[in-house]
């Protein structure tokens, strides 16, 4: 199989992605493990990034929303090769869903999504210092209209305190 789909169950609506198994298979095959051991079940989106509430010395501004687990280590160590997106062919754009991460392949159960086109978060990107970018593995397929609904949540700062709930994710039967 090619591609699957999950559905996100959230407080604001359902989420459908995409999952690119043949362009990111080890991001697809981490996420949908997470995804079918109930990891995503009764976490959030914790997280949503815009321009007005980054860093001001930030010359990149993003606009993302995260859920899944928050993690704070940043020493945390690579579990899975580093899908590039210049290895996977799949780009940053409206609705790109990928993996958070801290080293390349340091991955730790959570998920972004763009509201808007983000090149910054390719590979050779600004984003992230070491250049490399993301490792993007899915798209939106429907319920983009409930990402903006999460988007619109956005408080002062990045890290949300009344946090966006994930009631459950799964696989949806092909």
């Known amino acids: 199989m090619d591609m699957s789909r999950v559905r ?3 407080a604001l609506g359902e989420i459908d992605i995409e999952v690119f198994e043949a362009q990111a298979p ?3 095959v981490y996420f949908l493990s997470a995804v079918r051991v ?3 079940d009764d976490s959030s989106f914790f997280r949503i990034v815009t321009v007005a509430n980054q860093n001001a010395e ?3 501004k993003i606009e993302v929303v995260q859920g899944g687990l ?3 280590r940043e020493d945390l160590p690579p579990m899975i090769p580093h899908e590039a997106t210049v290895m996977t062919g799949l780009r940053h754009l409206k609705g790109t ?3 958070a991460r801290f080293a390349p392949g340091a991955v730790y159960h959570s998920f972004f999504i763009c509201l808007r086109d983000e090149p910054a978060l390719d590979f050779g990107g600004a984003r992230h210092p070491d250049g490399q970018g993301f490792a993007a593995f899915g798209d939106v397929a429907q319920g983009f209209d409930v990402v903006e609904r999460i988007f ?3 408080e002062e700062t990045e890290y949300l305190k009344n946090e966006i709930a994930i009631r459950r994710a ?3 039967p092909v």
């Open 170 to 172: 799964a696989v949806l």
């Open 38 to 40: 109930g990891r995503y």
């Open 8 to 10: 996100i169950e959230t």
């Open 70 to 72: 928050k993690h704070k």
């Open 58 to 60: 930030e010359a990149r």
């Open 26 to 28: 080890a991001s697809a």
């Open 97 to 99: 869903v990928s993996l």
């Open 152 to 154: 619109a949540r956005a």
